[in-house]
């Protein structure tokens, strides 16, 4: 389960996976809706002819999910009202899924945004409206009002992987992390267009930074010498991005994702082999004995 904002009961606060997509809970425990990797219409840039083309997604099978939730700090002045400050959660849900067609299978990433627990929806101008009445309530078999299941994706990317993580730092979402299907190497690739500091003015939230899918590229490949089992990406307020990598063979390693140093390995914590934990009380057992 992943934590999205702990917001009012009517609004999303839990996301949990199945092969199914991502099932949105309030925090009642109630559910909300499913969201799916699945689009009518959504845009990839086309490298080859440099063009922007539509296309439709729909995965069968849904793999990973990744969340991040960020406070921005919104200062509003009214005419004859003193300054209030407002803090609004941001958060992102990226689900990665596998779309089959006639023997092919071709692997995605899709991308929402939450504002305070309530789920993006892309209006006819290409803008994120986060509103109550925009997610369109209907009826379940029950009678129960719960959120229509048809909420798109703001973007799909077309990204192959297992395992999925994103950055977890700042405002924005630089960056998200998958174990390639060769089990042993992690693909950081880029998921910001715009870095925030180069910008005039302030985004409505990390999803408005997000890159055009087909624009994304590859950071740096983390190869390992065995398969690895998990990961997770953490952030430190002084060093700045890590991920930390388990291995089956008990290694676990820390990654430096920021500065000169992204891709590197800073950091190693091994299992001892049966040799290393044998072997010291057998020598003292041997000086003992000589003694």
């Known amino acids: 389960a992943a934590l999205l904002d702990r917001a009012e009961e009517c609004r999303a ?3 949990t996976l199945t092969v199914t997509g991502a099932h949105i809970w309030n925090r009642n425990g109630d559910l909300l809706v499913v969201l799916h990797a699945k689009a009518e219409l ?3 840039f086309n490298k080859g002819n440099s063009r922007m083309t539509e296309r439709k997604v729909e995965c069968q099978e849904h793999r990973s999910m990744a ?3 960020k406070t921005k700090t919104v200062r509003i002045c009214r005419q004859c009202e003193p300054e209030r400050v407002e803090h609004k959660k941001h958060s992102l849900l990226f689900l990665s899924g596998v779309e089959k067609t006639e023997g092919n299978s071709m692997a995605h990433v899709a991308v929402w945004g939450f504002e305070d627990g309530m789920i ?9 409206t986060y ?3 925009a997610m369109k309530k209907v009826l379940s078999s ?3 009002e719960i959120y229509n299941d048809k909420i798109e994706p703001i973007v799909v990317y077309d990204q192959q992987g297992n395992m999925l993580d994103i950055d977890q730092s700042g405002q924005s979402t630089a960056f998200a992390v998958q174990l390639r299907s060769d089990m042993k190497t992690v693909n950081m690739w880029s998921t910001e267009a715009v870095a925030m500091g180069k910008l005039a003015v302030e985004p409505d939230g990390p999803a ?3 890159i055009c899918p087909g624009h994304e590229s590859t950071q740096v490949l983390m190869p390992h010498t065995s398969e690895v089992r998990d990961f997770k990406v953490i952030e430190d307020k002084e060093d700045g991005p890590a991920l930390i990598t388990g291995c089956v063979t008990g290694d676990v390693y820390l990654w430096d994702l920021e500065g000169d140093d992204k891709g590197q390995i800073f950091a190693t ?5 049966a040799l290393e934990i044998l072997f010291p009380p057998f020598m003292l057992l041997v000086t003992a004995g000589q003694m």
């Not at 993006?120 to 994120?128: F, S, T």
């Not at 914590?269 to 082999?273: I, K």
């Open 67 to 69: 969340t991040v939730t």
């Open 142 to 144: 029950s009678g129960r």
């Open 13 to 15: 606060c839990w996301a």
């Open 208 to 210: 408005s930074l997000l």
């Open 120 to 128: 993006g929806i892309r209006g006819d101008d290409c803008a994120l």
């Open 42 to 44: 959504t845009k990839l």
């Open 131 to 133: 509103d109550d009445d």
């Open 269 to 273: 914590l091994r299992s001892l082999t």
